[in-house]
């Protein structure tokens, strides 16, 4: 059985798993595999799970916020914010919709930041604007 590289990257570690047999994965256009031997291809991965088979071992789970996919010469690169790896897919799915959860609060927050944030300049450009005198 042909095998190829997983090299794993994130923002605090980098982690090399040798014979994988398959991977699947999930891009803006849906999912899709590689085996050993694919040609070469660069995709974003969504946020979700990836999965990965080392020959003919159980399925490990990859969860991911998004991801850069690149895959030359059997060896497959995923470069990435942080990623987490389990062979329970309920354990890992559970993990995966609190990281959702906790993202889509802090982006709320982020955008009513942004939001007060605009409104205290608008605030501002009016009343400078009314302060001023007319230049003729």
Same mark, same amino acid.
């Given at each position: 059985?042909?095998?190829?590289? %997983?090299? +794993?990257?994130? #923002?605090?570690?980098?982690?090399?798993?040798?014979? !994988? @047999?398959?991977?699947?994965?999930?891009?803006?256009?849906?999912?899709?595999?590689?085996?050993?031997?694919?040609?070469?291809?660069?995709?974003?991965?969504?946020?979700?799970?990836?999965?990965?088979?080392?020959?003919?071992?159980?399925?490990?789970? %990859?969860? +991911?916020?998004? #991801?850069?996919?690149?895959?030359?010469?059997?060896? !497959? @690169?995923?470069?990435?914010?942080?990623?987490?790896?389990?062979?329970?897919?309920e354990?890992?799915?559970?993990?995966?919709?609190?990281?959702?959860?906790t993202?889509?609060?802090?982006?709320?927050?982020?955008?009513?930041?942004?939001r007060?944030?605009?409104?205290?300049?608008?605030?501002?450009?009016?009343?400078?604007?009314?302060?001023?005198?007319?230049?003729?």
């Amino acid at each position: 059985m042909k095998t190829f590289s %997983l090299h +794993l990257q994130d #923002a605090e570690k980098n982690q090399q798993i040798d014979g !994988l @047999s398959t991977f699947v994965g999930e891009d803006e256009s849906g999912s899709f595999g590689i085996l050993a031997g694919h040609a070469r291809m660069m995709s974003s991965l969504v946020f979700g799970l990836a999965r990965f088979r080392i020959r003919g071992n159980p399925w490990q789970y %990859l969860a +991911l916020p998004g #991801a850069l996919l690149y895959f030359v010469d059997n060896k !497959l @690169s995923i470069s990435t914010e942080r990623y987490m790896i389990s062979d329970d897919y309920e354990e890992i799915s559970a993990i995966l919709q609190q990281q959702l959860v906790t993202e889509e609060t802090e982006q709320q927050e982020i955008k009513k930041s942004l939001r007060k944030m605009e409104q205290e300049l608008l605030k501002r450009l009016w009343e400078g604007s009314r302060d001023r005198k007319p230049l003729f």
